[in-house]
């Protein structure tokens, strides 16, 4: 199919077939081709960090809670860039799904060029790391020890602002199964690497970081050769580059919230971590090892949340806002089933799992290993299931762009439910590590009793105007 406007563009055969298929076929079917190969996607994505901290928990425990700091430290940076491609996808799928093709293409090649704006920012803070860390109160050992390891991270999430967008550019377009492939060759890639770097080589934890550079340049040279097909609807072209409002306030506009969302969690994660310290060092890697377990469950559910959150803006450009809330009725109950399996799955496992990460270098930690599982078992219940549902109604908002919802949502999960939470069982009670745990499980299941409020409130909205 070829569409001709002020410009020769065109879209392939595959791309006309599959919007149709998103806003004709059988719902389940096109959750399951949508979502399940970035579910896959997501959860093998995790396991870079889980093995990041397993490689690193054999350097020593020190090494793992240093890794666990810094990794929020990075995430807050690279909020901007994965903030961006999250909002402005949806605008993307919605005009996809609209088929104005034109406007899919401006769109695209403008936020590549405003990626890149991002990432010259960034580097150009290199020579700031240390007193980066410095100012958001990062303890000594850590900027000893991970100073370099967090220079070279944040270079990576340079060229991770380009791959967020180009991931987020084929999920519009429906092409789940590339991403799905092109991250297992890059995990594998990062593994070997790391496992080189760290078993054979003996390195420190900065060449974990080498690798995760390596392996997003890598993901980076793959980007920039797909998109480099000028007359491709869904490709990137200098000619297509505009500034004008109705192609790039939208993106903007439902992107801002989710900046600040993901800053702003990633920023309450860090105090978290830092409040975390009362109990010792090896207190956050037990935090950050819990979550990278949970991380396992709660990352399926975000590749149906991500896939659920395209289907549902497609469907709303298309004009079938119906078969929009029908795809949120079955992500709920898809992320509930997973969310019930991989907690027994967790509790079932949960001593060979976290002997895993007791063992370095130095020997079996047995204190670390009872730190894990003491706030495993409590962060696990309030995560696996809890996060689903929130998963769920998180696709719903930002499907039909309530982005300022789901920045309120989150918000509260860290600022109002965990925080305070956490200064009070610090101050008026005589709990020990576990408290760190205890704090996750009610922040958790705070914010799904909040976002199934809001969901109810929006749908009821939404059926009044008609628009569902």
Known sequence: MQVENKENIQLSEKDRQFREFALNANMWKVIF???????????VNHLFTILDTMMASHISAQAVSTVAYLSQLQLMVSAVGTGLAAGSSIKISEAYGAGDFELVKRRISSLIAICFGIGLTVVLMLPFAPVLLRVT??????????????VISLLSTVFGFFNNVYISIERSRGKSKRIMYLNMGIVILKLSLTALFVYVLHGDITMIAVASLVSQIVLFCIAVWNLARKEDVFGFSFRFITWKKPVVNPMLFLSFPVIVEKIAFAMGKTVVNSMSKNYGELTVGALGISNNIDGVVTNCQNGFQDGGAAIISQNIGGGRGDRALD????????????????????????EPATYLFA??????????????IKVLRYDSFGSCVPLGINAAVMALMFGFGYTKLTLLINFCRVFVFRIPVLWALQNFTSLGSESVGIVMA???????????????????????????
């Open 33 to 43: 081709k949508v979502c399940l190969p970035l579910a896959v996607f997501q959860v």
């Open 137 to 150: 109160g990062t303890p000594e050992a850590f900027i000893e020890i991970g100073s370099r390891y967090f």
């Open 327 to 350: 795809a949120f009725k079955k992500l709920l109950i898809i992320n509930i089933i997973i969310g019930i399996i991989g907690w027994i799955g967790i509790n079932v496992f949960i």
């Open 359 to 372: 063992n370095s270098t130095e020997g079996y930690n047995a204190d670390f290993q009872q730190t894990i």
């Open 442 to 468: 009610v922040s958790n299941i705070c914010v799904a009793v909040m976002s199934s409020v809001v969901a109810a409130i929006v749908i009821r909205r939404l059926r009044k105007n008609g628009k569902i």
